[in-house]
């Protein structure tokens, strides 16, 4: 379903993606894990082209995300996007959060997108809400109001990036219970995350990036944490070090 | 030296005292003409104000475009341009060297090119607050408008713009007030607002002192009736729970 080909990104002439290759299924929940500065964020941002690239091809859904010509607001539309940061328009109550981009992108009813979102709020179990602003809610309810945001547009595919590492410890696990259920109802997911355990629960594959931009690795999820023999040093190295506590 | 106020009072031709302080049939006392000339100075500062804010919004949303380099180079040169050079010679250059290049402006009268004047004196520096208020955003309000699928103008509209505004209301308020302030500078070309009214009535009357108070609580009065409005906008769309665009994304 995702597609992406020698991949390479420059900043100026700093290098933040290094020919990378790799491809995500329908159904298929991948990790992409890494030390900061190894591009993770960056290359998740690549497939729906809020980063462009400069080198390679990307294809969504046989979309080339690549391609100048191709209509980025319809294909972004289709592509779910959850922020580190939530994101979440702070000058709109929830509930216009989530039908705000319904109505003026994909043209539903105002009556039709309320319906829609306030069922994603639900699901989020966040429906006590619906009429408050993003900044009167904690941390973890906004991400899952992202989330719940992301899930009224009916996306095709759900990326993550870094959706816990802004997030008091104690929050981190409302987002992450949101995230498993998606996983296990078949949603196609690529997140860039630390959590090892959701990895462990949910990943069907995990792509481990190094400073450069670099994939070290590529492999199923009982590959990566089963088998470290047949991993790389750096690999292990990391694993080591965040696996340790 | 006593005060007299019944000077406005006066009627302007044979400053003969009126009965009620307004002139009839056609003749005005000085303090018909007074109002006349806040009537003056309100118009061009509301007018020049609405010409500000759309040029000052449009430039300055111009210059935080993204990949577009010409256009984010025509928005700064607009801003230098217009903000590096005394209002006062702007004024004059409206007046004396614009109409002589376009021939077609020759008509104009002052009114309206004091109003071009003052409002694209004054758009530069609206423009340079909406551009800062659009970058003291945090980034990734623009990268969530892109990925639910806003094209770059629906961005700006539903997203950064409105958020932008919410910051910069404050320095917006200063800009509206100056524009009031500014208008005096009319006089220049002969718009008879209220300084002009002030230097000329000071003339003819000789009360000087008692002109000039007047004048001075009518700038004080238009100002802060500004002052009013804005804050209430202000209040008005005030954002629950939010204490600073952006500080609910931990930024």
């Not at chain 1, 995990?206 to 590529?218: A, C, H, Q, R, Y």
């Not at chain 2, 659009?134 to 713009?161: D, H």
Request: proline share 4%; with cysteine.
């Amino acid at each position: 379903m995702i597609e992406l080909k020698n991949v390479s990104k420059w900043y100026g002439s700093f290098q933040v993606l290094d020919d990378c290759s790799t491809h995500i299924e329908k159904g298929e929940v991948v990790v992409v894990c890494g030390p900061s500065g190894s591009g993770k964020s960056t290359l998740i941002k690549t497939i729906n082209a809020l980063e462009p690239i400069q080198k390679g091809e990307i294809w969504v859904n046989g979309t080339p995300v690549h391609d100048p010509k191709t209509n980025l607001p319809k294909l972004r539309s289709k592509v779910g996007m959850v922020f580190q940061h939530f994101e979440l328009f702070p000058h709109l109550t929830v509930t216009q959060n989530l039908t705000i981009a319904q109505v003026k992108v994909l043209g539903r009813s105002q009556d039709e997108a309320r319906k829609r979102g306030l069922k994603m709020l639900d699901r989020v179990g966040l429906m006590a809400h619906k009429d408050k602003f993003p900044g009167q809610l904690s941390g973890g309810q906004q991400q899952r109001v992202a989330i719940a945001r992301a899930l009224s547009m009916d996306p095709i595919v759900m990326l993550f990036d870094e959706p816990t590492s802004a997030l008091d410890p104690e929050m981190v696990g409302e987002v992450l219970d949101v995230m498993v259920s998606l996983a296990n109802e078949g949603m196609t997911m690529m997140c860039v995350t630390h959590e090892m355990g959701f990895a462990r629960k949910v990943a069907s594959r995990v792509i481990f990036m190094d400073v450069g931009g670099k994939i070290l690795e590529d492999c199923t999820k009982d590959d990566f944490f089963g088998n470290p023999d047949a991993r790389q040093s750096r690999t292990k190295d990391f694993l080591g070090k965040i696996l340790q506590h | 030296m006593a005060w007299d106020w019944q000077m406005f009072c006066e009627d302007t031709l044979d400053r003969t005292v009126r009965e009620g302080c307004f002139g009839t049939g056609g003749d005005i006392t000085y303090l018909d003409w007074m109002l006349s000339a806040w009537g003056w100075t309100v118009s061009v500062s509301l007018l020049a104000l609405l010409l500000a804010l759309v040029t000052g919004v449009v430039i300055g949303t111009l210059r935080t475009l993204p990949d577009s380099k010409w256009i984010v180079r025509f928005g700064n040169g607009w801003v230098e341009i217009f903000r590096n050079i005394p209002l006062l010679v702007q004024i004059f250059l409206w007046y004396h060297v614009v109409p002589a290049v376009f021939p077609a402006m020759k008509s104009m009268s002052g009114f309206t090119l004091v109003v071009l004047a003052l409002g694209f004196f004054t758009s530069a520096r609206i423009a340079e607050q909406v551009r800062s208020g659009i970058q003291a955003l945090p980034r990734g309000q623009r990268y969530a408008g892109m990925a639910v699928g806003f094209t770059t103008w629906q961005t700006y509209r539903y997203v950064l713009l409105p958020n932008a505004f919410r910051i910069i209301i404050p320095p917006l308020t200063s800009e509206t007030m100056n524009i009031f302030k500014n208008s005096s500078v009319a006089f220049a070309v002969s718009v008879t607002e209220l300084t002009m009214f002030a230097m000329q009535a000071q003339e003819e009357t000789g009360r000087g002192i008692e002109v000039y108070m007047a004048v001075t609580g009518l700038y004080i009065v238009s100002a802060f009736t500004i002052n009013r409005i804005m804050t209430f906008i202000e209040k008005r769309v005030r954002v629950p729970g939010l204490v600073a665009p952006g500080a609910a994304g931990g930024h």
